[in-house]
T-cell receptor, first 113, second 113 residues
């Protein structure tokens, strides 16, 4: 099993460009999450999904959109990238019965110039 | 405002000795606490957790202690090994944060031979 995978691993964008980060999991998890990690701030929840076709806002959702068209995939979109979105992005997934024990992907390092 | 705080950004300990990592929280509604471990270029991995109905949970070399009155938890690693060198994140959930983890900023542990 690959677990949680993220594509791409690195990306550099110019201000105003758009992109989509892909997260895929093969553990049949219902719940999926997108976090960002910034220096000195730990991980902060951007959006999450409790099932296929559902999404909800987390702590820092502004400037991001998400979609969960298939149970195994969770996409994070940036429509107009800003330098403040320079960060490391982590995707995670979990079972409903143990939602706190989340499995994380390796991360995507995004730089917005 | 950060509801979970790890006030020590780094900790250096000799191999074989005890590592003690501390975490404080402000939200009295939190009822589940976790520690995650993160190596460079990897996502965090779940290490150990504790429910608010307990004050101690042990798993091999790792023990988590919870002091609810002080809103404080700690992770003890005994004995410390070089492979324990990593960033450790404290996380909490509960109340309106149900299913949404609040992370501390992390503590970098370096275990020296």
């Amino acid at each position: 099993n690959a677990g949680v995978t993220q594509t791409p691993k690195f990306r550099v964008l110019k201000t105003g460009q758009s992109m989509t980060l892909l997260c895929a999991q093969d553990m049949n998890h219902e719940y999926m999450y997108w976090y960002r990690q910034d220096p000195g701030m730990g991980l902060r929840l951007i959006h999450y999904s409790v099932g296929e076709g559902t999404t909800a806002k987390g702590e820092v959702p502004d400037g991001y959109n998400v979609s969960r068209l298939k149970k195994q995939n969770f996409l994070l979109g940036l429509e107009s990238a800003a330098p403040s979105q320079t960060s490391v992005y982590f995707c995670a997934s979990s079972y409903p019965s143990s939602y706190n024990e989340q499995f994380f992907g390796p991360g995507t390092r995004l730089t917005v110039l | 405002d950060q509801q979970v705080k790890q006030n020590s950004p780094s900790l250096s300990v000799q191999e074989g000795r005890i590592s003690i990592l501390n975490c404080d929280y402000t939200n009295s509604m939190f009822d589940y606490f976790l520690w995650y471990k993160k190596y460079p270029a990897e996502g965090p991995t779940f290490l150990i957790s504790i429910s608010s109905i307990k004050d101690k949970n042990e798993d091999g070399r790792f023990t988590v202690f919870l002091n609810k009155s002080a809103k404080h938890l700690s992770l003890h690693i005994v004995p410390s090994q070089p492979g324990d060198s990593a960033v450790y994140f404290c996380a909490a959930s509960g109340g309106v944060s149900w299913g949404k983890l609040q992370f501390g900023a992390g503590t970098q542990v370096v275990v020296t031979p």
